[in-house]
């Protein structure tokens, strides 16, 4: 089992530009996360799915939209690419609710809006 | 307002010389605490869930607890490839379900 795989790795975006930034499991859990990771923020939860075709704000939702048409997959789309989100971004996955089952994480998109 | 506060932000050891890290958390309606650990340039590995107070995991050199208010994350006798960030996150239940996030201590452990 590969668990949970982003692709890409790395991006640099220019001012405005747009992107998608693609999330796969194998583990066929039902809830899907999208989180950031700054330096001295900790990680915060951008979006999340409970299931195929749902999705739901989280912490941080401004700027970015999702979409889970597959189990498998979950989708982080950025519009209009600001310095700002500027991050590392990390997919996640767990078997049932977050607040207690353990999340399987991805290892994570390193992502430059210059 | 739900809170989780790790401490020390960083931490050096030399091989050998345990120590823990500790993780307070102020939120309403603990479901789980969480431990994690971040090496450079990869995302959380998971280590260790406790759901009650008392509770008590180990794997290899680590020990987790917990209390009411905090937990302990006891590292023994460490060796340098223990050296990583070490993420402390809750689960909470009150009003909407969500995990909260502490911002990590960094252990780097000397040979």
């Known amino acids: 089992n590969a668990g949970v795989t982003q692709t890409p790795k790395f991006r640099v975006l220019k001012t405005g530009q747009s992107m998608t930034l693609l999330c796969a499991q194998d583990m066929n859990h039902e809830y899907m996360y999208w989180y950031r990771q700054d330096p001295g923020m900790g990680l915060r939860l951008i979006h999340y799915?409970?299931?195929?075709?749902?999705?739901a704000k989280g912490e941080v939702p401004d700027g970015y939209n999702v979409s889970r048409l597959k189990k498998q997959n979950f989708l982080l789309g950025l519009e209009s690419a600001a310095p700002s989100q500027t991050s590392v971004y990390f997919c996640?996955?767990?078997?049932?609710?977050?607040?207690?089952?353990?999340?399987?994480f991805g290892p994570g998109t390193r992502l430059t809006v210059l | 307002e739900d809170q989780v506060t790790q401490s020390p932000e960083a931490l050096r050891l030399q091989e050998g010389e345990s120590s823990s890290l500790n993780c307070s958390y102020t939120v309403s309606g603990l479901r789980g605490l969480f431990w994690y650990r971040q090496d450079p340039g990869k995302g959380p590995e998971f280590l260790f869930t406790?759901?009650?107070a008392g509770e008590e995991k180990e794997k290899e050199r680590l020990k987790a607890t917990l209390t009411k208010k905090e937990s302990f994350l006891h590292i023994t006798a460490p060796k340098p490839e223990d050296s990583a960030t070490y993420l402390c996150?809750?689960?909470?239940?009150?009003?909407?379900?969500?995990?909260?996030f502490g911002k990590g201590t960094k252990l780097t452990v000397n040979p």
């Open positions: 996640a996955s767990t078997v049932g609710p977050l607040s207690y089952n353990e999340q399987f």
């Open positions: 996150a809750a689960g909470t239940q009150g009003g909407s379900e969500k995990l909260v």
């Open positions: 406790l759901y009650s």
């Open positions: 799915s409970v299931g195929e075709g749902t999705t």
